[in-house]
């Protein structure tokens, strides 16, 4: 029935912390995602297993454009919303690039870009948890 208890339990753990995440956190779950495939994709350069690093970078790549950048409201964001857009847009190109030519430069540059908006974005939740906390009548 299972294939691994272990592969089991931490699908279950994801899917019950998606699923009571509030949108920030879903957007912290999304940097996890990408980081950990492209720390996979680079261990799979490593090991020459290039079907593995194809899986990962591609893993990485529908992350960054399905799940991070179709979140941004670039209507409302107004600026900021289009730099974010167009810098994970370089992302992308960066990492097709990184897949084509099994390039690791290219990763460790897509996983700096990917760690100071991720700090950022983890930085913006935490101090909102602190507000919240200092004011609990604004959270009734």
């Known amino acids: 029935m299972f294939s691994s208890p272990i592969a089991s339990y931490r699908q279950i753990d994801v899917e019950s912390d998606i699923h009571g995440a509030d949108p920030h956190r879903l957007i912290v779950l999304l940097f996890d995602g990408a980081e950990s495939a492209l720390h996979r994709a680079q261990a799979c350069i490593v090991n020459n297993d290039n079907a593995g690093r194809s899986e990962a970078i591609l893993k990485a790549i529908d992350i960054i454009l399905m799940g991070l950048s179709s979140s941004l409201n670039v209507e409302e964001g107004g600026e900021l919303a289009q730099n974010l857009k167009a ?16 390039d690791p430069r290219a990763i460790r540059e897509v996983q700096g870009l990917l760690g100071e908006i991720s700090g950022a974005w983890r930085e913006m939740g935490q101090k909102k948890r602190q507000e919240g906390s200092q004011n609990p009548e604004q959270n009734a």
């Open 87 to 102: 810098l994970y847009d370089y992302m992308v190109s960066r990492l097709i690039h990184a897949n084509l030519r099994k």
